[in-house]
């Protein structure tokens, strides 16, 4: 069946340095990107979404690219500060269909 | 900004009891969704409703229902509460369903069923 995931369940960096964080989708068909951020004991949280017909979008200190060629979608975060540690997840739909989320990764900032 | 309220955010309820969880955003969003959260399986679906009085199933309906007498609530019902429905329950919202777009998420109820 089609699936989201994730590389690494767990990310640790050091404040100031960039973060990356990975997502695999395996339908080829998905038109829809986003990501969220989940704080400890929180709900989800829209950090920035991506459609099909663009490869990158910026945000502040967030940029989500795409690379529909080998089904990939990563989230970069510049310049990582403690705020940021969370649990990160994707998502991807296609057309009307319905979101299908990925189990997350978590980030963690260290001094 | 979209406010999304979960009436509880932690509850204690016994195996056998039916139990209600609330829901309701702010944006008059025409969509809204009921789902649970587990570690290592991510969010799954368990209801959905795109308007007044109409819902449809998720990925896991079984042992659930819903209602939605109004288009700022969504309620969540448990109809005779088991151990494996112990969980984090998150309601959210979206403006329509013409396209997809992001979901606004409540903060979420941790359920506990003994």
């Known amino acids: 069946g089609e699936s989201v995931g994730l590389h690494l369940p767990t990310l640790s960096v050091q404040e100031g340095d960039n973060s990356i964080i990975n997502c695999a989708y395996s339908?080829?068909?998905?038109?829809?990107f986003i990501w969220y951020k989940q704080e400890s004991g929180k709900g989800p949280q829209f950090i920035i979404d991506?459609?099909?017909?663009?490869d990158k979008r910026q945000g502040q200190r967030v940029t989500v690219l795409l690379n529909k060629t080998v089904k990939h979608l990563s989230l970069q975060i510049a310049a990582t500060q403690p705020g940021d540690s969370a649990v990160y997840f994707c998502?991807?739909?296609?057309?009307?269909?319905?979101?299908?989320f990925g189990t997350g990764t978590r980030l963690q900032v260290f001094p | 900004d979209v406010k999304v309220t979960q009436s509880s955010r932690y509850l204690v309820k016994r195996t056998g009891e039916k139990v209600f969880l609330e829901c309701v955003q702010d944006m008059d969003h025409e969509n809204m969704f009921w789902y649970r959260q587990d570690p290592g399986l991510g969010l799954r679906l368990i209801y959905f409703s795109y308007d007044v009085k109409m819902k449809e199933k998720g990925d896991i309906p079984e042992g659930y229902s819903v209602s939605r007498e109004k288009k700022e609530r969504f309620s969540l019902i448990l109809e005779s509460a088991s151990t494996n429905q112990t969980s984090m329950y998150l309601c959210?919202?979206?403006?329509?369903?013409?396209?997809?777009?992001?979901?606004?998420f409540g903060s979420g109820t941790q359920l506990s069923v003994l």
């Open positions: 959210a919202s979206s403006l329509n369903r013409a396209y997809n777009e992001k979901l606004f």
């Open positions: 991506i459609r099909s017909n663009m």
């Open positions: 998502a991807e739909s296609r057309g009307t269909d319905k979101l299908i």
């Open positions: 339908n080829s068909a998905s038109d829809y």
